[in-house]
C-alpha cells in the first residue's frame, strides 16, 4: 500500500501536526515563538498545542500529555500521528503518544510531502496573515492564530474537501440571488463573502 492510500484509508482515525516559527517584538528584544498545531485530517480541524518561546524536551513531553489526556485530548480517537524528524519530536514524546496507543509515523528526512496537509497549513496561515502582521506580545500572536483558525474553520473553502467550509458559521447557499455580506478579521486582513439567504414573504 502506497502512502496516498495509506492516509485515504485511515483519515478518519489520523493526525498530522508541524511547528512553525515567528519573529515577537518584546521587551527583551526580538523573540523566536514556536507554534506547535495538530490537524484532525478527516475534519481539517486544527488546534494548537503549544505557543511559547521556550520549546524543549521537557515542554514537549507535558504537550503529549495534554494531547492524550483521556478526557479532552487532542488526540482522543486517533491511531496515527504524522510528523517530521524534528528533534523536539524526542523519544519520550514519541513513547506518551505509543503508551495511548497512538502510532507515531516520521516522514522520510527532505521529503516534506509526505506531510503535505500540515505543510500546506503552515503555508497558508504564514501567507495570508503572519507575513502581514508584527507582533508585539505573545498575546498579539496568539490572537492572530486564534482568528486565522476560526477563519480556516468556519469561512476558508478547502480544495480537499470539494470546496466546501469545514464548519460554516452560516449557511452556504448555493443560489444566485440575496445579497452578497462581507465579514472581516484582523482590520480586514482576513476577508470572507457569503451570500445571505433570500427571505421569502409569506403571502396575506
Given at each position: 500500500?502506497?502512502?496516498?492510500?495509506?492516509?485515504r484509508?485511515h483519515m478518519?482515525v489520523?493526525?498530522?501536526?508541524?511547528?512553525?516559527?515567528?519573529?515577537?517584538?518584546?521587551?527583551?528584544?526580538?523573540?523566536?515563538?514556536?507554534?506547535?498545531?495538530v490537524?484532525?485530517?478527516?475534519k481539517?480541524?486544527?488546534?494548537v498545542?503549544?505557543?511559547?518561546?521556550?520549546?524543549?524536551?521537557?515542554?514537549?513531553?507535558?504537550?503529549a500529555?495534554?494531547?492524550?489526556?483521556g478526557?479532552?485530548?487532542?488526540?482522543?480517537?486517533r491511531?496515527?500521528?504524522?510528523?517530521?524528524?524534528?528533534?523536539?519530536?524526542?523519544?519520550?514524546?514519541?513513547?506518551?503518544?505509543?503508551?495511548?496507543?497512538?502510532?507515531?509515523?516520521?516522514?522520510?528526512?527532505?521529503?516534506?510531502q509526505?506531510n503535505?496537509?500540515?505543510?500546506?497549513?503552515?503555508?497558508?496561515?504564514?501567507?495570508?496573515?503572519i507575513?502581514?502582521?508584527?507582533?508585539?506580545?505573545e498575546?498579539?500572536?496568539?490572537?492572530?492564530?486564534?482568528?486565522?483558525i476560526e477563519?480556516?474553520?468556519?469561512?476558508?473553502?478547502?480544495?480537499g474537501?470539494d470546496?466546501l467550509?469545514?464548519?460554516p458559521?452560516?449557511?452556504?447557499?448555493?443560489?444566485q440571488s440575496?445579497?452578497i455580506?462581507?465579514?472581516?478579521?484582523?482590520?480586514?486582513?482576513?476577508?470572507?463573502?457569503?451570500?445571505?439567504?433570500?427571505?421569502?414573504?409569506?403571502?396575506?
Amino acid at each position: 500500500m502506497n502512502s496516498k492510500t495509506f492516509v485515504r484509508s485511515h483519515m478518519d482515525v489520523m493526525s498530522v501536526a508541524d511547528f512553525f516559527t515567528v519573529e515577537v517584538w518584546t521587551l527583551r528584544g526580538l523573540v523566536r515563538y514556536h507554534v506547535f498545531f495538530v490537524m484532525n485530517l478527516a475534519k481539517r480541524q486544527v488546534e494548537v498545542a503549544h505557543i511559547g518561546c521556550q520549546v524543549n524536551g521537557a515542554v514537549m513531553a507535558q504537550v503529549a500529555r495534554n494531547m492524550t489526556d483521556g478526557c479532552d485530548g487532542i488526540l482522543k480517537g486517533r491511531r496515527f500521528f504524522v510528523c517530521d524528524h524534528d528533534p523536539l519530536y524526542t523519544k519520550e514524546f514519541r513513547q506518551i503518544l505509543t503508551d495511548f496507543e497512538v502510532e507515531v509515523i516520521q516522514t522520510r528526512v527532505g521529503c516534506p510531502q509526505q506531510n503535505g496537509y500540515a505543510e500546506s497549513f503552515v503555508s497558508a496561515i504564514k501567507r495570508e496573515c503572519i507575513d502581514h502582521m508584527i507582533f508585539f506580545s505573545e498575546k498579539s500572536l496568539r490572537r492572530a492564530v486564534g482568528q486565522y483558525i476560526e477563519h480556516f474553520h468556519q469561512e476558508r473553502n478547502h480544495q480537499g474537501l470539494d470546496n466546501l467550509i469545514p464548519f460554516p458559521n452560516s449557511p452556504q447557499v448555493h443560489s444566485q440571488s440575496g445579497l452578497i455580506v462581507k465579514s472581516e478579521r484582523l482590520g480586514g486582513l482576513l476577508n470572507y463573502y457569503h451570500r445571505e439567504e433570500k427571505e421569502v414573504l409569506a403571502m396575506a
